[in-house]
């Protein structure tokens, strides 16, 4: 369904699992954001660097070439205020605080729920 305060908005999904990425763009296509792909760090970094517009980015944590950590720090440097919430599997859950000095706004847990998704990418636009 589409969603008033997401429509519009630019939302970069950073998974280089393909099915998951699918799975991402199918849920968040209908609530009418605008959606980037990235399918590694690197990646993930030179979309950034061409899209000073992002809102969200939805940034894996494990992820070939650079990894989310990593990737999010270097996306820091450029994008101070851009929304980035780590998408960690449960076996990462330690890795919280980790998660929060690396400069992630918020993490969610996978597998990830559309309900869950769309409440954490509205309350983290609100807090802005
Ligand atoms: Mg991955």
Redesign the pocket.
Known sequence: MENEFLKGRKVLIV???QS?RLYLNKILERTGVILLNASDGQEAIDVALKNPDIDIILM????PVIDGYKSTEKIREFMPDVIIIAQTAYGLLGDKEKIIESGFNDYIIKPILSQNLIEKMISNLGKK
Do not use: G, R, Y
């Not at 894996?60 to 992820?63: E, F, G, N, T, W």
């Open positions: 998974e280089d699992d998951s894996d944590i494990q992820l």
